[in-house]
């Protein structure tokens, strides 16, 4: 393979898939491709912001080194107390600052355990993953928190020009301040460094736990985003929202490159691994194709990027001495 | 001569990785019976020569013959069962394991073979009686975590022996071995050799050769230059063949101005490593610390540094007393430290040198909240320049730089830092002769610009060639301190060694 489609394995795979599935539609079902349609490329987007912005911040806890599998908890009780505090009367702008800020709560409480503890984040977060679950079932009962203000549906709803669905700029949004932050600044360079070798980047004289903590908040603060977004799709808060997000999540950084050992990582990446996903359930809907033969795909495609990306780096170290 | 079947023959051995020819038409030959010596610079080709022996890779082009006959070894597992056993310089043993699962790893003995029940109480008593006969004071029962480096590499020793029917390749053996496990090591050699063994023995400790070796090779950007019985080249001719040219002045002459007092270290301690250090170091001045492995030298500048908290004592950066608690605010006081791993505690080998060199001072390439990619590339370009880094590319990833260029990237990390304190902790370990005296000459420099320096080394030769003072630390004390033109390496060896004598 030429290196150029080694490099762009992941964008070629995409526009093979957008190119297939309307292939399929016309030749297997023999009607007219619905893929392409403006309503249905809008749904894709709507259907993959929600992964897209927690990946977004997860893109630069796994660059750094880390790992958070408690990010689907938290979309779920940043949703409950959320949706509380607009119930209990809070303008719905107000309450969107609270969903982020409980997002950034728990994150920051995931840097600090895990800069603090010394215990591999993988862990850590498994626990809070219970923990932050636990704590959105309880404060609800265990029942969705219901009675929002109308005005609650207007983050997931509103479409500008008629057609573009808000969280899609949410998303470019974010994407293109995670892209600023990871490629110019000093946060975004001390990411890649501490993920490429931790105790280097601390003998060079860098805060790497400070650093570490303020990962973790801003994937939070994404999450609690994330479940705004979703409390905002239902117009209620469900305590069990965003179950299994963490799976989807780091799928999709994975599949746009990104390393679970660290230092590799790109929002580009990230961002088409995302719509990898979302285009293969959506492809696959329109195809009539179950949604457990679905899930098998997906799963084959995680394992296949991985061994893919792996594969290359063991050359490239082959290369070497 | 009567021609006799070499117990190891290779021959015309092509290797290229990535299209960068490594080995171009090698060839070296090993008698039974006899230490072959394998030496060349960082880079020359030596590991990826012995990688190929050992059938961790398969080479281009050529032929390998064991006892005269011809063999291909696919895998490490295809050497192994021709004869064939490695001591590689990383360990490659089994942290979790005990000492003797690790020597038997792979051929433990069993009961009722069909089940493939490990005989624990076997095992046991093979690995005793082994680790007996060679001489080693090593418990097989206990797991490798709680060995020593010294002792893990005993434990590395005794199962390539085990292994080895016919050659035994040692990359390096000594480097975590006291002086009198050293003599241990080439009792047993002599030992393999009267066994009928091969033995290629690669180091960098000409010294240490010169008591073993009874044949060399040099080996130089992947070709065999030189072979030929030991002791018909002089060190000379030997530095000479490896580095392909005249190295008159390895240690090329400074003119510093000795000035005012930068670092004082006040009776520091951090039990049980080191206690009560006192020293100072002056602008322009280059101070030498030696010792053996575990005197507590780079817990010592480690401790000054800030990487770890030292328990007592005091540290003074310009008559300022300091607690230097962390690296980050030492690296704010202009003090600089080139760690003795750098792949563990120096570089982020996947990514680029460009970063690699700005890591310690970032801030200075942001202007208008954005980190300046053009400014970061003229600055890397300016090292590179300056230290002669290879090959002169910002973009590539350090991996991929040898020993020598990665060393000088580090050194580039604290010039661009500003640094005015460099503590330089085995600066020039797996650096190439060359590129050893191009960080002697930058040292030089920074000295000769007021910078205070710090140089803890194993190399003797090294400090006597750099140092000004020579400090010598023994099992964490400071027990004697040198005019570095007044002393020897005779003397040096006596204060740093003297109770294992």
């Known amino acids: 393979m030429p290196d150029w489609v080694k490099r762009f394995l992941p964008f070629i795979s ?92 728990c994150g920051l409480l995931n840097g600090m355990a895990v800069t603090a503890l010394k215990i591999p984040p993988f862990i850590v977060t498994l626990g809070a993953m219970g923990i932050y679950r636990g704590l959105g079932l309880y404060i609800s009962d265990g029942n969705a928190v219901v009675g929002l203000p109308s005005g609650a549906g207007y983050l997931a709803e509103k479409t500008v020009f008629g057609l573009f669905p808000l969280p899609l700029f949410i998303v470019i949004a974010f994407a293109l301040i995670v892209h600023f932050v990871l490629s110019s600044t000093k946060l975004g360079r001390y990411c890649y460094a501490m993920g490429s070798n931790i105790e280097a980047a601390r003998y060079a004289g860098i805060r790497v736990s400070t650093f570490q903590i303020v990962y973790y908040a801003i994937l939070g603060g994404l999450s609690g985003l994330a479940g705004a977004i979703e409390t905002s799709r239902t117009v209620t808060g469900q305590p069990n929202a965003g179950e299994g997000y963490e799976l989807n999540v780091i799928a999709a950084v994975v599949i746009g490159g990104g390393s679970l050992s660290g230092g590799q990582g790109t929002v580009v990446g990230t961002i088409i691994g995302s719509l990898i996903m979302g285009v293969l359930a959506n492809g696959g809907n329109l195809l009539q194709i179950s949604p457990f033969i679905q899930k098998i795909v997906i799963g084959a495609v995680i394992v296949l990027a991985v061994t893919f990306d792996e594969f290359q780096r063991r050359r490239m170290e082959t290369s070497e001495s | 001569m009567t021609e006799r079947v070499a117990a190891l023959e290779m021959r015309g051995i092509d290797k290229s990785f990535a299209g960068n020819k490594v080995l171009d038409g090698v060839d070296i030959t090993a008698h039974t019976g006899e230490v072959l010596a394998l030496v060349g610079e960082n880079g020359a080709g030596k590991s990826t020569l012995m990688k190929i022996l050992s059938g961790v890779h398969y080479p281009d082009a050529g032929e390998i013959f064991i006892g005269g006959e011809k063999v291909r070894f696919s895998n490490p597992a295809d050497a192994l069962s021709a004869g064939v056993a490695m001591i590689y310089q990383e360990l490659s043993l089994s942290p979790h394991l005990t000492v003797a699962e690790n020597i038997f790893l792979g051929r433990e003995p069993v009961r009722l073979s069909a089940l493939g029940v490990i005989d624990d109480r076997e095992l046991n008593r093979l690995a005793e009686e082994l680790l007996k006969e060679y001489g080693f004071n090593i418990n097989p029962r206990t797991r490798l975590v709680r060995l020593s480096a010294a002792d893990r590499q005993l434990v590395e020793i005794t199962r390539a022996i085990v292994e080895a029917r016919k050659v035994i390749v040692m990359d390096e053996p000594t480097s975590s071995l006291t002086s009198g496990e050293v ?159 750098r792949k563990r505690t120096g570089l982020c080998l996947n990514l680029p040198m460009s970063t690699n060199i700005t890591l310690a001072n970032v801030g200075a390439l942001i202007k208008g909240g954005r980190l300046q990619g053009k400014t970061e590339i003229e600055v890397t370009r300016n090292y590179i320049g300056k230290l002669n880094i290879k090959p002169p590319s910002p973009h590539k990833m350090v991996a991929r730089l040898s020993g020598g260029n990665q060393q000088k990237s580090l050194l580039a990390r604290w010039l661009f830092a500003g640094s005015k304190i460099f503590l330089l902790d085995e600066p020039t370990r797996g650096v190439d002769v060359a590129a050893r005296s191009e960080i002697y000459r930058e040292v030089n420099e920074l000295a000769e610009t007021g910078a205070a320096i710090v140089m803890v080394s194993s190399d003797l030769p090294e400090l006597l060639g750099m140092a000004d003072r020579i400090l010598v630390m023994r099992r964490g004390h400071m027990v004697a301190e040198f005019d570095a033109r007044k002393t020897s390496q005779e003397e040096i060896l006596k204060y740093a060694a003297l109770e294992e004598n």
């Open chain 1, 14 to 105: 995409l526009i093979a898939l957008c190119a297939l599935i309307p292939l399929g539609e016309y030749f297997f079902l023999g009607q007219d491709p619905k893929f392409l349609t403006a309503g249905n490329l809008a749904a894709i987007a709507r259907q993959t912001a929600v992964i897209t912005i927690m990946a977004m911040g997860m893109t630069m806890v796994m660059v750094s080194g880390g790992i958070d599998l408690s990010v689907g908890s938290i979309v779920g009780l940043a949703g409950v107390v959320g949706a509380m505090s607009m119930t209990a009367g809070l303008p719905v702008l107000a309450g969107i600052l609270i969903f982020i800020a409980v997002g950034a709560a």
């Open chain 2, 183 to 341: 003599e241990e090591l080439f009792r047993l050699i002599r030992d393999l050799k009267a066994r009928g063994l091969a033995v290629i023995y690669i180091s960098h400790r000409l010294e240490e050769l010169d008591e073993i070796a009874d044949r060399l090779s040099i080996l130089r950007d992947g070709r065999a230059v030189y072979s030929g019985v030991w002791g018909e080249l002089s060190t000379d001719q030997m530095i000479r063949h490896m580095a392909g040219r005249e190295l008159k002045e390895i240690f090329p002459p400074r003119k510093a101005v000795i000035g005012e007092v930068r670092l004082r270290v006040d009776n520091l301690s951090l039990p049980p490593k080191f206690e009560h250090i006192s020293f100072d170091v002056r602008a322009g001045e280059v101070v030498g610390i030696a010792g053996l492995a575990g005197a507590g030298r780079t817990e010592l500048v480690e401790a000054i540094y800030g990487a770890h908290a030292a328990h007592s004592g005091e540290i003074q950066i310009d008559n300022q007393k300091v607690t230097q608690s962390s690296a980050n605010q030492s690296v704010r006081r202009g003090v600089g430290l080139l760690t003795e791993d």
